[in-house]
């Protein structure tokens, strides 16, 4: 089903968003206007009876992301190969009963606050906030219900060289126990050059604390292709956030040298996740939040990852201070994929862009406070390419 329309064709719905989309360039470079585009088409019904659409974004070369309006789940990424073969590169399931059920975040917006909130509480302004428990005594991203399993309304935007849709959410004072109405908008673009785009912007009606983020398991090899292993990583950072055996950060920025954190020249990630430091034992394998070189407080490369077989590369540029990479370390082998694939440990890994875990409680770390009359801003952009190109 088209976006606009349900009664015109797909054809049509291309012509007449895509000339919108593209405009002038389409005309100058000779591209087949309206190639891209905003698909809708229904997903399910949550067990509480609310209808879930699943939008697909398509760029004028082919690519395309697949989203659906319950936790803004980034359901699919379909980029070439060095061949030009389109392969969906992120995990996820095939229904949303699935996503309600067990979804450890496949793909899933988080908030209000990503990663882990020490005990489960934080003061703010001398009072104090309680939050659900939800992993072991700290509070992961977001609590009970987080983000990730709100309904967000979605609306497709034309004014962009790719595709694009802004998705959004308020989630009420004092809801999973965080204070102030917090107004949250986040646009995903797929544009022209292959990159995915995440803006995020959010406003609030009483001082609170956020981080957004977004938490999809790449295998750049494909779904379902196996380990992530041999994939080669470069993190653009010289610290990380060392954690207790409950992984919430120490407060200490410590040191990657001579660490099996220092991804500053790439190293396979399989590489040295079998170590026996006790910070790879504390999180079963990589799942640290790494401090990112940055010389001021716009876009810059966070991480770049290759894929060796497909020559897919995908290097991330963000706003944010921190990223989160996980390795996938709780995958168990019980959840299947859409194709009906197991997923296994280290099978997918995540770089999740962020604020540091538990800043409430760390005064040191960068602030996660937003205030009436703020205006949180944040950008993440994921470029995709091979060594072909
Ligand atoms: C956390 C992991 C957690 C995973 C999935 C990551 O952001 O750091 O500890 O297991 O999300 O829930």
């Given at each position: 089903m088209t976006y606009i329309d349900p009664n015109i064709s797909r054809r049509w719905h291309r012509l007449v968003l895509g000339a919108a989309v593209l405009g002038i360039s389409a005309l100058l470079t000779g591209?087949?206007?309206?190639?891209a585009s905003v698909d809708k088409a229904p997903f399910g019904k949550t067990q509480d009876g609310k209808a879930v659409d699943l939008y697909t974004l398509t760029n004028d070369k082919g690519a395309s992301v697949k989203f659906i309006a319950y936790g803004g789940i980034i359901t699919a990424i379909n980029v070439p190969d060095r061949w030009g073969k389109l392969d969906n590169i992120v995990l996820g399931f095939k229904e949303l009963a699935d996503y309600e059920s067990?979804?450890?975040?496949?793909g899933a917006l988080i908030g209000r606050y990503g990663n882990r909130i020490g005990g489960a509480k934080f003061t703010l302004d001398g009072t104090q906030y309680q939050l659900a428990a939800n992993n072991g005594p700290n509070s992961l991203?977001?609590?009970?219900?987080?983000?990730?399993?709100a309904v967000w309304a979605v609306e497709p935007l034309t004014n962009v060289s790719g595709a694009a849709a802004r998705l959004s959410y308020t989630s009420k004072d004092?809801?999973?126990?965080?204070p102030g109405t917090l107004t949250v908008q986040v646009v995903y673009t797929l544009t022209n050059d292959n990159e995915l785009r995440i803006d995020y912007e959010a406003t609030t009606d009483k001082p609170t604390v956020v981080n957004l983020t977004s938490h999809s398991y790449f295998n750049l090899a494909g779904d379902?292709?196996?380990?992530?292993?041999?994939h080669i990583l470069t993190i653009n950072a010289d610290r990380y956030t060392p954690v207790d055996a409950t992984l919430i950060p120490t407060g200490e920025l410590a040191?990657?040298?001579?660490?099996?954190?220092?991804f500053r020249q790439g190293?396979?990630?399989?590489?040295?996740?079998?170590?026996?430091d006790p910070q790879m034992v504390y999180g079963r394998g990589y799942d640290h939040n790494y401090v990112l070189n940055r010389s001021?407080?716009?876009?810059?490369?966070a991480a770049r990852v290759y894929e060796p077989r497909s020559g897919r590369i995908m290097e991330i540029s963000t706003t944010e201070p921190g990223v989160q990479f996980y390795s996938?370390?709780?995958?168990?082998?019980t959840l299947v994929g859409p194709t009906g694939q197991q997923y296994r440990q280290t099978d997918g890994f995540c770089l999740e862009t962020q604020h540091f875990p538990d800043s409430p409680n760390k005064s040191s770390f960068p602030t996660t406070v937003l205030k009436p009359g703020e205006t949180l801003k944040s950008t993440t952009i994921h470029k995709f390419s091979t060594d072909a190109s």
């Open positions: 591209t087949s206007a309206g190639a067990k979804n450890p975040y496949f991203h977001g609590g009970s219900k987080g983000f990730d399993k004092g809801e999973e126990g965080y379902g292709a196996g380990g992530i292993g041999d040191s990657v040298t001579g660490t099996p954190f220092d190293m396979p990630i399989g590489a040295r996740i079998r170590s026996n001021d407080s716009g876009l810059s490369l996938g370390n709780f995958l168990d082998s």
